[in-house]
């Protein structure tokens, strides 16, 4: 039972590097997120898609790109790493929002930037 | 005022205590609603999902309250395996479709 998936698990990155967090999901749902989570904080959306080739902005879309070219797949690509980016960062899926569908999570990606 | 507001906590309390977490939601066109529990450094998982009917799962009773915009988490019987963030969620079938509170933190001591 894979579910969502994400790589690499933690990463520690130099400021000013790229890098891109992976996401796959084998439920064949429509619906996949991008959110990170700072140190006690609560989740934060970056970046949501609703569909194979259609993206959609959070609430910190700031320093991230996404794309969606298969239902399965959703990369989420930071440029210029900064320290302000140091977070853990979960990947989500979702069917179509009928009452009683939820959101499954990956196990998160952590991410340090030096 | 954001969309999903929660106690702010921490609940700090003694093994088998009955507790309750409240939240509040804005958006009277939220159709579905979740309460999701999350360990510290793991992802949220779902504790269970919330009707109009109100629901009980073993320990664990929610009830949502529409006309107040209103939802409860109780726990019974509280064990120290209950001691996480819980998260309050509110889904809608527009936009990012999935709202989530910022959390309360339960510390069930021995």
């Known amino acids: 039972n894979a579910g969502v998936t994400q790589t690499p698990k933690f990463r520690i990155l130099k400021i000013g590097q790229s890098m891109t967090l992976q996401c796959t999901q084998d439920?064949?749902?429509?619906?996949m997120y991008w959110y990170r989570q700072d140190p006690g904080m609560g989740l934060k959306l970056i970046y949501y898609?609703?569909?194979?080739?259609?993206?959609d902005k959070g609430e910190v879309p700031n320093g991230y790109n996404v794309s969606r070219s298969t239902t399965e797949d959703f990369p989420l690509r930071l440029e210029l790493a900064a320290p302000s980016q140091t977070s853990v960062y979960f990947c989500?899926?979702?069917?179509?929002?009928?009452?009683?569908?939820?959101?499954?999570f990956g196990e998160g990606s952590w991410l340090t930037v030096v | 005022r954001k969309e999903v507001e929660q106690d702010p906590g921490p609940f700090n309390v003694p093994e088998g205590a009955t507790v309750a977490f409240n939240c509040t939601y804005s958006?009277?066109?939220?159709?579905?609603f979740f309460w999701y529990r999350q360990d510290c450094r793991k992802e949220p998982k779902l504790l269970m999902s919330?009707?109009?009917s109100g629901n009980e799962d073993g320990r664990f009773t929610a009830q949502l309250n529409r006309a107040s915009q209103y939802i409860s988490l109780l726990i019974r019987d509280s064990k120290l395996s209950d001691s996480a963030t819980y998260l309050c969620?509110?889904?809608?079938?527009?936009?990012?479709?999935?709202?989530f509170g910022p959390g309360t933190r339960l510390s069930v001591l021995p």
């Open positions: 989500a899926s979702s069917p179509i929002t009928w009452v009683g569908n939820t959101i499954y």
């Open positions: 439920m064949n749902h429509n619906y």
């Open positions: 898609s609703v569909g194979a080739g259609i993206t």
């Open positions: 958006n009277s066109a939220s159709q579905s």
């Open positions: 919330v009707y109009s």
């Open positions: 969620v509110v889904g809608r079938n527009y936009g990012q479709n999935f709202v």
